[in-house]
C-alpha cells in the first residue's frame, strides 16, 4: 500500500528552524489537500496546517506567523517550514494527504517524524 513518508524532523534550540517534507513512498504517485498534525506526549492528535482542495491555508492558533505550510506539485511534496520554534511544538508531527493516482483517490497518513525543542 502507498504510504506517505515525513522527513526533516529533529532535535533543535528554542527559537530554531526545521522543514518538514511529504511525500507518497512511490514518486509516480501525486498528492493533494495535504495537512500536517501533531501529537504531543499525553495528548490528542492536533491538526497544525492543511491545504484545503481549493488551495487555501489553514492554521492552528498557536503557530499562526510562525509555521507556513507548502506544496510543490512538480515534486509531489508538501512541506511544513517552522520557524521560532518553542518547546510546546515538541511532538510527533504526521502528514496525511490524498494519494492520487491512475483516477483512484484516497487518505493517507505518514508514519510520523519526532520534533523535539530543547536547549
Known amino acids: 500500500q502507498v504510504q506517505l513518508v515525513e522527513s526533516g524532523g529533529g532535535l533543535v534550540q528554542p527559537g530554531g528552524s526545521l522543514r518538514l517534507s511529504c511525500a507518497a513512498s512511490i514518486s509516480i504517485f501525486s498528492i493533494n489537500a495535504p495537512g500536517w498534525y501533531r501529537q504531543a506526549p499525553g495528548k490528542q492528535r492536533e491538526l497544525v496546517a492543511a491545504?484545503?482542495?481549493?488551495?487555501?491555508?489553514n492554521y492552528a492558533d498557536s503557530v499562526k506567523g510562525r509555521f507556513t505550510i507548502s506544496r510543490d506539485n512538480a515534486k509531489n511534496t508538501a512541506y511544513l517550514q517552522m520557524n521560532n520554534l518553542k518547546p510546546d511544538d515538541t511532538a510527533v508531527y504526521y502528514c496525511k494527504a490524498k494519494v492520487q493516482w491512475n483516477g483512484s483517490s484516497w487518505d493517507s497518513w505518514g508514519q510520523g517524524t519526532q520534533v523535539t525543542v530543547s536547549s
Open positions: 491545504i484545503t482542495s481549493g488551495g487555501s491555508t
